[in-house]
């Protein structure tokens, strides 16, 4: 975990103090809502459909367990008992009363938490691989270079008002878990013919109302480089990105309009202009951010130990969960462990306040007080003991949170849609929710195989249905709901926007489609090891569209 100085908690305090006096004027009458409207965003604030929603930042998704039990506290004192994590590795807080969320942020500021630039045109939540740092496919830790992009973006004069939001991700392993191609700059670390650390350069990826996958326009830039050459392409997009029409604002579309070859020819003539001066990286200053990183003191312990095959073997629910939910660590002897907030019939994503003190004390027993957030909205216990596997499982399964179904049907990544959001056709939540009962047999899933689920209720595309495997999208005819369904996409290395099935359903046939395509796909593949992706890539829609709309 990054250890922050006092210069970070001076900064947070004093947004504390400076939120506390915008909201006092707004509460008495001084400010409209409308001049309150800017103010609010730059501290995570928004007004949804209900009530005002409160967007923390949990930088790269990298958690303590004192910062767990706050959350737990806040959704306790301020809240409704539950919070919701999202898909850029935040917590959102949906029914916080305004007069109130000063104090909800100095709680959280005693932790050095705060939810600047988790709104607003700036560059958002730096993102990354939830497995950082104990990856055994990975590089490197990227969260070194995240936490060399959060220090040098916040509060940033320059590129606090863009033409639109900015999302950043980064990955340094051969998997990219952190779906850095449908980011605004996506950056995958990698090694070149010498062997020398650098970065391949993407921009111009992103959903939402028009989605595209990121262009490479750097294939191999270097270390030193970083810095400056992220701040060539924002300074770029400030320059060229569209502030007349908020539908063509994203440097997505710049990109796009402008083509790759030329965007990159203008971000390069830009970062010649600097890459000689302050922003050069002294690998000095990097590593002095690297010492920040308190890794843990790991002992020597046995891989695979003799008592963890024994439980295995002697516990069937055991081993179902430690085939679904635990994952290879780089550190013999220990283990990262999924914990999945999709329980069949409940929101996906949300952890109640009595879950997230439970995690606080099982990450300090069992993962040196570490947790993760991911963006399939689950959670991780990074460092786990093999040994402690057995006893960490039956934790959590008295608290809910060894539901096994990590990355099959089940593992559904939903916005909070028409239950909550002003921007919504159609809600998500209910789908989400019936689809989890509708494949919550661990058996048909497991013979189903990973299938990835998204679900968003507007063309905004926070539930990143463009890049689902099967996608769901709500619309609204006639003020009906309706849906959309997508086949094949991916968010991954191999990131593929999905294809249109066909003609949109209404809202009690979503469950209905979704059992066709899946029976479809069982029926179709050409061995059990294909992956639902890879039979739609090989047939296409076609054979699911005719399933599914034989009878409708």
């Not at 990159?264 to 002294?282: H, P, R, S």
């Not at 159609?426 to 929710?433: H, K, N, T, Y």
């Amino acid at each position: 975990m990054y250890r922050y100085d006092e210069l970070d908690q001076a900064l947070v305090d004093q947004r504390v103090s400076e939120f506390r006096d915008q909201v006092s004027r707004r509460l008495s009458g001084e400010l409209t809502e409308d001049e309150f409207k800017l103010l609010r965003l730059m501290n995570g604030v928004y007004l949804q459909l209900h009530a005002y929603m409160l967007r923390i930042a949990i930088p790269y998704g990298t958690l303590s367990s004192e910062q767990m039990r706050m959350l737990a506290h806040v959704a306790r004192r301020y809240d409704r008992g539950y919070g919701h994590f999202t898909t850029r590795q935040n917590i959102q807080f949906n029914w916080i009363k305004l007069e109130e969320m000063p104090d909800t942020l100095a709680d959280l500021a005693k932790v050095g938490m705060h939810a600047m630039q988790t709104s607003g045109n700036c560059v958002r939540n730096i993102t990354t691989d939830q497995w950082a740092g104990v990856a055994a496919d990975e590089i490197e830790d990227p969260r070194i270079w995240a936490e060399v992009l959060r220090q040098h973006s916040t509060m940033h004069p320059e590129f606090t008002f863009l033409p639109r939001k900015f999302k950043i991700a980064i990955t340094a392993a051969a998997h990219d878990r952190a779906a850095v191609k449908v980011h605004d700059i996506g950056l995958r670390m990698l090694r070149n013919s010498a062997g020398e650390l650098g970065f391949e350069v993407m921009v111009g990826g992103g959903l939402g109302r028009t989605p595209f996958i990121g262009k490479t326009i750097k294939p191999f830039l270097p270390t030193r480089d970083f810095l400056s050459y992220v701040e060539a392409i924002l300074r770029t997009y400030n320059q060229y990105g569209r502030r007349d029409n908020i539908y063509k604002a994203r440097i997505k579309i710049l990109v796009h309009e402008l083509g790759a070859d030329k965007f990159a020819a203008e971000v390069e003539n830009e970062w010649n202009t600097i890459k000689e001066g302050a922003l050069a990286l002294d690998p000095a200053v990097v590593a002095d951010i690297a010492a920040r990183f308190i890794y843990p003191n790991y002992e020597r312990l046995e891989d695979n130990p003799a008592a963890l095959a024994r439980a295995r073997k002697e516990d069937r629910a055991f081993a179902v969960w430690l085939d679904n939910s635990v994952s290879n660590h780089k550190q013999p002897g220990y283990a990262i462990v999924t914990l999945s907030l999709k329980p069949t019939g409940a929101p996906p994503g949300d952890a109640t306040a009595d879950q997230m003190d439970a995690i606080a004390d099982l990450a300090d027993r069992y993962s040196f007080g570490e947790i993760r957030v991911g963006h399939e909205q689950n959670l991780v216990l990074p460092n786990v003991a093999q040994r402690d596997l057995l006893e960490l499982w039956q934790q959590l399964e008295a608290h809910e949170l060894a539901t096994p179904n990590v990355g099959l049907v089940s593992d559904i990544i939903a916005c909070p849609g028409l239950d909550y959001c002003t921007l919504a056709n159609a809600r998500s939540i209910p789908v989400a929710q019936e689809l989890t009962k509708r494949f919550g047999d661990h058996a048909l899933a497991k013979t189903i195989g990973r299938l990835h689920i998204n679900i968003s209720g507007c063309i905004n595309a926070c539930g990143h249905h463009h890049v689902g495997h099967i996608g769901i999208l709500g619309v609204e005819k006639n003020g009906e709901e309706f849906y959309q369904i997508t086949l094949g996409g991916r968010a991954d290395e191999g990131a593929k926007l999905g294809a249109l099935l066909g003609p949109a359903v209404r809202y009690g046939e979503v469950a209905d489609v979704v059992e066709d395509v899946v029976a479809a796909y069982v029926e179709l593949r050409e061995r059990p090891e294909e992956l639902f992706v890879d039979t739609v890539k090989r047939i296409g829609v076609e054979p699911f569209k005719e399933r599914v709309y034989a009878t409708r």
